[in-house]
């Protein structure tokens, strides 16, 4: 086990045992009638682990690769969540023809699909994580998605940097992402999409969303049971917080909300202008 692993795991320890303090607190402060609620509130902490643990996308090495184990690095429901942002994106108005980037692509859970449909060279892909990317490569992709999908097509990069790819792209997705960024990072994403992204062009992302209510306190979703925080992974955000991170930049927003992701996350438009 490597040094960054040990620390990664080191830090994933300290954020639980915070996160489970907060649970003793309200544990101590709850009526009887409120004990059994606050108990399964911890067991959903220790449960979520695993879920926390793929935001931070630890290197994988070849054997976990060989094992499969990079379909849990991303979040795991492989085919449910795959199929379904696919299927989003094509109702959005995705043509073959059109060029689309896969923001922290992973090992494709939703690119496998879009390569299918998408003519050749026309599907691009950014991730943090070489590990997970050479991971999708070989084990994920047939010989006929891997003709489809040039290396030079994917970029390893943790500043969204996406001018590297010397691409202008009418859509862009990033599924799950922003629920695992703090509001900085969302804002260097769209700063770095805007100057990559066409006149009109569309970018969709995932969020966790709270009303204002709930933004200081751990937050439940459903469907799935994840809980979120607002200031650690994962990450729960107001409307009204992306309305602020694209003040000064070339996007407007449009609010689609529920679209049937099983984790219960809520989707944003965002239109380049």
Known sequence: MNKERLENIKGDLERSQLKLKQIRD?????????????VNKSDQIINHTTENNSSNRLLLSNEEANAGL??????GMWDEIGQLQFDFILNQGLKPEMKFVDIECGCFRGGVHFLRYLNS???????MNSSLIDAGYQQELDVANRNKLPKKNLLVNDHFELYLLGVEFEFALAQSVFTHLPLNHIRRCLFE??????????????FFECSSE????L?????GGIITYMDSDPYHYQLQDFFLLIKGLPWTISY???WKHPRGQ????FTKI
């Open 266 to 269: 809520k989707m944003l438009s």
């Open 121 to 127: 060279g026309n599907y691009y892909g950014i991730d």
């Open 193 to 206: 999409l805007a100057k990559c992204v066409k006149q009109g062009g569309k970018f969709y992302a995932t």
């Open 214 to 217: 709930s933004l200081y306190r």
């Open 219 to 223: 937050t439940t979703h459903q469907p």
């Open 70 to 75: 990079h379909r849990e690095s991303v979040g």
């Open 256 to 258: 689609i909300g529920d």
């Open 26 to 38: 309200e544990l101590e402060q709850s009526s009887d009638t409120n004990l059994q609620k606050a």
